[in-house]
T-cell receptor, first 109, second 114 residues
Framework: EDQVTQSPEALRLQEGESSSLNCSYTVSGLRGLFWYRQDPGKGPEFLFTLYSAGEEKEKERLKATLTKKESFLHITAPKPEDSATYLCAARAGTYKYIFGTGTRLKVLA | DAGITQSPRHKVTETGTPVTLRCHQTENHRYMYWYRQDPGHGLRLIHYSYGVKDTDKGEVSDGYSVSRSKTEDFLLTLESATSSQTSVYFC?????????????FGPGTRLTVT
């Protein structure tokens, strides 16, 4: 069964304290691994797409990486405005996207 | 921001009444999706569309129907609303080939069924 698991469920960091979020996936025929940011009361906002193991993408303080079993979202020197829920999704078919339940990140000033 | 709007943004309705949610896009993307988001669950696909009048069921389609008569509009109908359909509903669009296919989401509709 196709499955995506995110950990931890919640994470509190001090401003400037770097950390990583994990997304483990079990998907046959992966067609892309996606990261989204979701703020309260809003829709998910697209961040990155990764296609193959070893690939990395960066945007400001965020860097996403991919292996054959998991993806990491590394947050370097986070700021309070990075507080949000981060979702990952694995594309398992043309229309089939498997979403994790997200990691709620809180960055304290 | 991708041009996706949803209406209404909030709705309270009674059990047994029909409800229609609307998604409108200005991006001319071929694919459109309806998801629901509930605590403890990831986003779950209700229905999707791969073109005008071309739709199909997702994993949680019971009690829902959809229609797409124009590229830009995708309607989700709850035929007879139940309390289990209280949720936040998101529309998404994508322009995907065999690989890639990032989705862009609307702002959501919060539906409460009493």
């Amino acid at each position: 069964e196709d499955q995506v698991t995110q950990s931890p469920e919640a994470l509190r960091l001090q401003e400037g304290e770097s950390s990583s979020l994990n997304c483990s996936y079990t998907v046959s025929g992966l067609r892309g691994l996606f990261w989204y940011r979701q703020d309260p009361g809003k829709g998910p906002e697209f961040l990155f797409t990764l296609y193959s193991a070893g690939e990395e993408k960066e945007k400001e303080r965020l860097k996403a990486t991919l292996t054959k079993k998991e993806s990491f979202l590394h947050i370097t020197a986070p700021k309070p405005e990075d507080s949000a829920t981060y979702l990952c999704a694995a594309r398992a078919g043309t229309y089939k996207y498997i979403f994790g339940t997200g990691t709620r990140l809180k960055v304290l000033a | 921001d991708a041009g996706i709007t949803q209406s209404p943004r909030h709705k309270v309705t009674e059990t047994g009444t029909p409800v229609t949610l609307r998604c409108h896009q200005t991006e001319n993307h071929r694919y459109m999706y309806w998801y629901r988001q509930d605590p403890g669950h990831g986003l779950r696909l209700i229905h999707y569309s791969y073109g005008v009048k071309d739709t199909d069921k997702g994993e949680v389609s019971d009690g829902y129907s959809v229609s797409r008569s124009k590229t830009e509009d995708f309607l989700l109908t709850l035929e007879s609303a139940t309390s289990s359909q209280t949720s936040v509903y998101f529309c998404a669009i994508s322009e995907s080939g065999d690989y890639g296919g990032e989705q862009y989401f609307g702002p959501g509709t919060r539906l409460t069924v009493t």
